[in-house]
Structure formats: structure tokens, C-alpha cells
């Protein structure tokens, strides 16, 4: 095969991607299958041409889709990752594969770091202590068999290990490839990437080298953080080329408190309506919302709230592979709730406004996209309520599922249904 054939197993982020999950280990992309351990552990540029990735490489240009990124072979959206990846460097594919060595060595340089840390100011219920060290913190001073039935044995390795791993390892290291590599896309999450101490100072180099105006920035952040925080990042932001910030909110005032835990809405809306008055041209502003069984009910509240700050939305279901709160799950709503919920929101979508239903519309494909979930009860009711009392004991003063449920007549009728076993 000649090398300029791109086969069909290539994907490009083996070559121009450099990345780190929350929970500290190497993965060729955020979908992908960890590296092994031994791989993992390896400093950048022992891991770059590692057997592990020489072995990625070499798989890929013999047309094999490597067992890591079985993801792209059942994708669960419309266009898998590896295609994203080809589509956003067009001209890099045939470049990379020339770069290769017979044996996968390359000397092709990154193009988009994507280094997380678990290091977070929130505790979210759809999160969990792996990805936020202040739920770690929380879990591991409290911890009881309880919580170590819901969440293993994590609580029992405090301090967590992958923010220092971060401070000490990964954060030198993204500081490097602002002098080594050629940085076009970072994308920064977690954790939360502001309270990082070495997000301000990365995109300062960048700017410092002349470099930011080539490089796209994207986020995932909870602008729970302070004002002055925001004002500083936005100083440096007016250098980069483009910048992609999702917002990640699940709802409007205590309902985000509640599934956002830690988070003080008022703090998170002064932050947002500042961005939006001072936000620079080039920054796309999403909310991003996670569907949960408790937002669902008021999702319309969280559409009027979007409609009035003239911000897009953006959206995803929280279905699979959560099993702490399974409550929390969309498809733990019965089916009987689930189409009246579902009838309400259509009438009310209905009566929006062209230019209103455009900033809402993925809230409206989204909701369509719960409408096909099936209701599954995953743990009986019961471990369901008891799971979710564990982890209310550990916020005495906030507010409860159940309560905030019962506001809406349809939450009310839920709750019946949940509530006819005894906890
Ligand atoms: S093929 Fe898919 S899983 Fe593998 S690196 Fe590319 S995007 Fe990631």
C-alpha cells in the first residue's frame, strides 16, 4: 500500500493530538480506550513513540482499527470521531502518514492538546470523585460503607493522586509544547480548567510567543468561579483566534444548585451576564445543559432562561453508564410522566418565536431524543431513594430531590410513583 492511501482505520489524532483525562492517564483521544498503564505513566516524549503508539500508528496505516478506538466503529452519533478528526486537518492526514517510520516512530509535531485535571470547585451530582476532586474530598471525609458501595474504593485514596500528577507532570508539560509543538486547537476541561493555577499562565505564553492568534480555544467550564478570574482570562482571550465556550449549567437557580452542587447561581449569572457584555467577537457562547430526570421538568423554565440571556443552547441526555444516582438518569422517568412531559414541552415550543426556537432548538432535539429512551428501573426503587439519601447526608443544608420534584404537578406524580415503596 502506498503510503499516500489514507486506509480506512487512519485517524489523525495519533499524530497530532496529545491527550490526558481527568483521572490522569493517556488516551489516544477523549473517546478512546485508556493507554496500559506502563504506557500511561511515561512522560511525553518517551510516550510519543512509545511501542504502545508506534504499535497505533503502525495498525492504522495497515488498515486495522486499533482495539482503543472500537468507539469509531459503533459510533453513537452521526459522525464518528474519527472522521471529526480527519475533517478538522484536511491537510494534515497525507503529511502524517509520510512522517511515519516502518516502524510508527514520527516526528510529527502536536497540533491540539487536550490535558484535564480532576482539580474542581464543584461537587455535581452527575459527576463523580475520579473527575472532581472536591466530590473526592467530600466523599473521602465521609466515607461509609454506603458510599463505598456506590462508589468503590475511592475514598479511601485521599489526597487524590491525579491533581498533583497534573500540577508536577502534565502541566509542564503542556507548557513545553507551547515552545515545542505547533498548537493550533486546545481544548480545556476537567475538572474545571480556571481553577487551575496553570491555565492563566499557558495562554499568557502563547500570547507572549505571538502564537495565540493561530490558535482556536475550546471549553468546558462552570463559570462558578470569581468575577475577577473571568476578567483576567478575558484579557488574554482577546488574542486567540476563536474561542468555542460551552457553559455547563443544569438548570435556573436552585435546580442547577441542586444537580450542580457547590455551584451559588447568583455568582454563576453575574459571572454569565458579564461575558455576555463583554465577550470579544471571536467567542461562541453555548449553555450546556446535561438532561437529568430532575431538569426535565423544568426544562421550559430553563428555555425562558436562555431566550432572555440571548445565549444559544447546547445539550445531552444523561442516560447510560451512570450508576451512582440513577435517579438522576432520563430514562429512570416512567413512561406514563415521560409523554406528558413531553406533550407539555411540544406546546409550549410550539408558541416560541422563530428567532426564540433557534436559540433553543437543541433543547427541542434533545428533548425528542428522550422521547425515544425506554424507562428502565436500574437498581430497585428503593436502593435508588437510599443511594440518593447517602449522598443528600452529606449536604444537610441544601435542598432535596423530592422537594424540588414536587413544584411542578407532574414532578408531584413522579414522585408518587417513586415514593408507593417504602424507603
Ligand atoms: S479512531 Fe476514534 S477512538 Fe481512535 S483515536 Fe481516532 S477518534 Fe479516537
Redesign the pocket.
Known sequence: MSKKEIPYAF?T??WVHAHVAANGKRR??C??EEAPEQYSKLPWNEFKNSEYMKNVRKQMLENKVPP??K??ENPNRVE???DK?ISMYPGESAAAVESTAPDGSTDFKIKYLDYRSNLCNLKCRTCDPSASSSFHTLVSKNFNTDLKAMFGDIGETSPMPTVKNYESIYSKEAMQFCETEDLTRIYFAGGEPFVESSHLPLLQKLVDQKKASNVILAYNTNLGYSLNTLKAWLELAVHFKEIYFFVSIDGEGDIAEYIRAGLKFKNFETNLDYLIQNKPPELRLYLDITFTSLNLFFMQEFADFAIRKNVQTTGKLMVFGENSFPLLRCESISQNVKQKLLTEWNSYFAKLTESQKNLVNVLDGTMKLFGTTTPTQFVSKNESLHRLKTFENLHPNESKFLELLSRKPLGTEWCRELTNETI
Open positions: 485517524c489524532a495519533p489516544l483521544c473517546i478512546a482503543e478506538c468507539i469509531c464518528t470521531m474519527r478528526w
